[in-house]
């Protein structure tokens, strides 16, 4: 383990699985572009929708477009399976746009992490999904998802 190191590390146990995704999702509704690129590799590469970066600076650049479109973002991820240095998520999030129209969009992500927990693969394929206010699911306060809200499988999402 070296001072980089982003515990959990691979390999990985159904346990330190879970606390990646968790952590992930974190950080992610964090909304911090610099903050969240440090999890990565300094050449990660990713694939998001038909989007392709490479690099910290690309992946920053990115998540300050992402949520500059996708206001008032909170976001649930899931483990689907894992193996070794692989992980396999699934998520929801919500958001609207800035004429107030609201959306749930779904997807799946494929990670692969360095040996000091870093992830130097994301690909992702994500489908948005219009919903009306009423619809949305997720009312915590912006920032992490609080412990005791239900996950996607208690949501039926």
């Known amino acids: 383990m070296t001072d980089n190191s982003r515990p959990p590390l691979p390999p990985f146990t159904y346990e330190t699985a879970v606390q990646k995704v968790r952590a992930a999702e974190n950080a992610w509704n964090s909304r911090n572009p610099e903050k969240i690129a440090l999890a990565y590799t300094l050449d990660s590469k990713w694939r998001n929708r038909a989007e392709f ?9 990115f998540l300050q477009r992402k949520w500059a ?3 008032d973002y909170r976001l649930i991820k899931e483990l689907w399976t894992f193996n ?26 494929n990670w692969e992490f360095d040996e000091d927990g870093l992830m130097k693969l994301r690909l992702a394929s994500i489908n948005d999904l219009p919903i009306n206010a009423s619809e949305r699911r997720y009312h915590w306060r912006l920032g992490p998802r609080p412990e005791d809200h239900p996950g996607l499988s208690e949501l039926d999402l």
């Open 84 to 109: 070794d240095a692989r992980i396999a998520v699934r998520f929801a999030y919500e958001w609207h746009d800035d004429a107030g129209n609201w959306f749930r969009s779904y997807g799946n992500e």
């Open 53 to 61: 970066l490479s690099g910290r600076g690309e992946i920053v650049k």
């Open 69 to 71: 479109r996708e206001l």
